[in-house]
């Protein structure tokens, strides 16, 4: 059980890395990925298999360090905060640029709803790939500190 946690572990931290480098790359370029979303999503999926593990683990009576634990739940507690701030990026993009709703943005000619949308989208991304990266920064310290 520890060698699935442990290769477990070392998947989360190369899906987490894959995501947040290739999500700061297309962040940097003003790009859209579906390959981003593909990876950041399995990752936090296997950090959530990960985190699972670890309880099966500490219920079978292995002891860890606190700080192997606290880094090792962490990311799912960043993970859900990341999410919500990524949902309310979209409003915070309309409330700078004084629209009431998305219905206003339909107004504007194509070119100008273009530029609102790919706002939106860069700062969802931009979220996102921050929560990601320091994410993979827990997952390496919780590596550096397990048993």
């Not at 273009?114 to 920064?137: D, F, K, N, T, Y």
Request: proline share 2%.
């Amino acid at each position: 059980m520890k060698l699935v946690h442990l290769v477990v572990g070392v998947l989360s931290i190369v899906l987490m890395g894959g995501a947040g480098l290739w999500g700061a790359w297309c962040w940097y370029r003003v790009r859209h990925s579906p390959w981003f979303w593909r990876l950041l999503r399995a990752g936090q999926a296997v950090v959530v298999i990960e985190a699972a593990l670890g309880g099966v683990l500490v219920l079978m009576g292995r002891k860890e360090s606190s700080l192997h634990l606290i880094y090792g739940l962490l990311p799912l507690g960043i993970s859900f905060v990341a999410e919500q701030l990524r949902i309310a990026s979209a409003q915070m993009v309309l409330d700078n640029r004084g629209f009431e709703s998305t219905a206003s943005v339909g107004q504007l000619p194509e070119s100008e709803q273009r530029v609102v949308v790919v706002s939106i989208l860069q700062r969802e991304l931009g979220v996102m790939v921050l929560a990601a990266l320091v994410i993979l920064v827990l997952l390496i310290r919780a590596a550096g500190t397990g048993g």
